[in-house]
């Protein structure tokens, strides 16, 4: 809507990203115990496959536009300027997973 991010490529990467990211979870959520301590386990090996799946396909794309793709860009690009959005994941996520749970409103309670 603002043009944030662009489109092509960025918004091509943070799609299959964000598809890696539900995918994972709900996987995760089949295979863990219901148990606290591994909404953090699903939270953070979510967020590694999302970036690594963002970053194959940054590459593919980075590949078929004949631009490069080096791994200072992937990690500058989706850890360090995303590390404020990352903290707010790990800190915010799974208190208002556990409150859905024992409010009966997600879909594993």
Same mark, same amino acid.
């Given at each position: !809507?603002? @043009?944030?991010?662009?489109? +092509?490529?960025?918004? %091509?990467? !943070?799609?299959?990203?964000?598809? *890696? ?6 996987? !995760? ?7 606290? @301590? ?9 967020? /590694?496959? @999302? &970036?690594? /799946?963002?970053?194959? %396909?940054? +590459?593919? %794309?980075? @590949? ?8 200072? *860009? ?5 850890? /360090? ?5 990352? *903290? ?11 409150? +859905? &749970? &024992? ?7």
């Amino acid at each position: !809507m603002f @043009g944030m991010p662009p489109l +092509f490529p960025v918004g %091509v990467a !943070m799609t299959f990203e964000l598809a *890696a990211y539900g995918a994972m979870t709900g996987l !995760m959520l089949k295979l863990f115990p219901k148990k606290i @301590g591994y909404i953090y386990l699903n939270l953070i090996l979510s967020m /590694v496959s @999302g &970036r690594l /799946v963002s970053a194959a %396909v940054q +590459f593919i %794309v980075a @590949g078929l536009g004949h631009t490069g793709f080096s791994l200072a *860009a992937f990690w500058s690009g989706t850890v /360090v300027v995303a590390a404020p959005g990352i *903290a707010l994941q790990i800190l915010l996520i799974p208190p208002l997973a556990i409150a +859905f &749970r &024992r409010a009966g409103l997600s879909p594993d309670s």
